[in-house]
DNA sequence: TTGTAGGCGTTATCAC
DNA sequence: GTGATAACGCCTACAA
């Protein structure tokens, strides 16, 4: 077992000073060519290659960023984390990847763990405690030390940062007028509680899409489900007991369970009740009937936010005290019509 | 913008030396105590917190592990990586993960960036790639320089190391016996092109019992598909011209595409056919008829690998000369018998 | 052309 | 009790 090699064991074995040896290793033309081609041989031939953390020390860049989502096994967020990580990879980027699992404090622990230099910049999206307990204080610290940061999808107006979101309004609304110009009268919705800013934005857009045709705000075609729900009675006995004729859900985890008992209490899918979701992951395409959905595009959400992270983690090397300025993009959603509904 | 603060910034303003407020901020007894105090309140005030990667460069250890998976967005990977998350959160380690994409090129590339000293070990799953290629060179001198490694899922004999995998050739056997022992006769197998290690042990297993209870291997009855296939005409073609009553699939979205198509052609799931998958994700859950699937326990996959990682990385600092022992922990994958097969 | 010295932030050893 | 010094691995301005 040979051990990873430094410049000074070189410099050791071929008697020559370590800068010596980090000169010829690039190339620097202050070195003589055949101490240049001898250092080179033997550091080739020791697989020598230069220690990330001694560079980043000297540097303060470690070429990390971390990343912090509520949950990983879950399609949205496993497509946005890649779309960070093959941005990263392209800029020469790692990503640290820390799972909050919607707790508040293991948000702050893994936040203030890696804000101690292991990476140059956060992306993340609140957890769902955070967003209820409204406490950014975290957030705001690590902006505070000049630790660029980008949110996406579970925002917050708290804090002042870059941020990545879909429009979540105009995109319910959407799919609302949809259902509603398919002749659909009895437009349910399925949500989360309401703290989740995201569940209440598309709700928004429920709402102001029946407002404007004229159809009435019925609460008993609301179903809000806890966040991470298994039981199924709650549902059970929404679809057993309302007459509705469309369904709105705000992923598609709630919207391919509400199909099954739907279609399990008889109704036809899209003929009696029509479905929509968000998310648009595999769930939607391989449901039965294929489920149309909102589809928020979350590679491509990721790939934004990476960029806009490496490039205000890259600017500021240059300019140290520029004026700093925010910017929030707003990816569109997509409807991507299945069998779910009428086309 | 209070950028971090550091021992040195703290010795100036509080006009002691640098070792002193070290010391202080760890209690130690040599300083006394006003000085103590003194430095504790200031470093609390400044919210100083020691970094990361300078202690790294220290003490040799840098808390990270690097995980290499083929694919991100795939429900097995994601439930590894979240148990290897989780475990590693518990011991204090993050965890830097790296997407291969399937490229033995890609892989190499992270394995090499990660190994120079941005983590203390490696957990991965080979790329398909490098399974096909047969070339292990870079995880050899990984191992060779010190840097442990364990492999899990994807696995080979090449490399001598910890590995995690599951008994898939015992499952896929457990499986086909199941629906031989309901009845069936004619059980198909849908599987990937063979070079895939894990595919090819469930395969074996498929063979195997169908010799074991006599019945006849049938080369029409085997469906291999391209790993990321997208396209449905081999399978449309294969369900429409082949009689079979039972059908084996290596993951779950061969199995539940393959559903779709058969209910398509006026099968009946389980009366006409019978569908097993792998993996028991959302899918298999959700599907209709929800899958009968065998579980591979991703999740303590990963949280085992990462226990075996950690322990390994641990104890490398202790005892160094130790000779070296590697294990090969195989979890139980287990059946779970849902609605595409005869309870 | 090569080498020395200082520094990145920390800890540990040893001297005062 | 407190501080100076060396070291982790590397880079670079400055000497020689």
Redo the contacts with the bound molecule.
Sequence with gaps: MKK????????REL????????????N?????????EKIQAFAKLYH????N???S????RTKNIGVIIPDIVHHFFTTVFRGIEQFADTKGYNVIACVSDESFEKEVINMELLA??SIDGFIMALSAETQLKNDFHHLKETIDQGMPLVLFDRVTDEVICDKVVINDFEAAYMAVKKLIDDGRKRIALVTTESYLNVSEKRAQGYYQALKDHNLELDKSLILRLPYQFEDEIMSETFFATTNLDAVLCVNEIFAVRSMRIAQRNGLRIPEDVAFIGFTDGILSKLATPALTSVAQHGERMGEIAARMLIEKIERDDEKELEEETFRTEVIEATLIERESTIN
């Design positions: 990873k090699i430094t410049l000074k064991q070189i410099a008697e020559v000073s370590i800068s010596t040896v980090s000169k010829a290793l690039k620097s033309r202050e070195i003589s060519k055949d101490t240049t020598y290659k230069p220690n953390i001694a560079l020390l000297k540097s303060r101690n230099g």
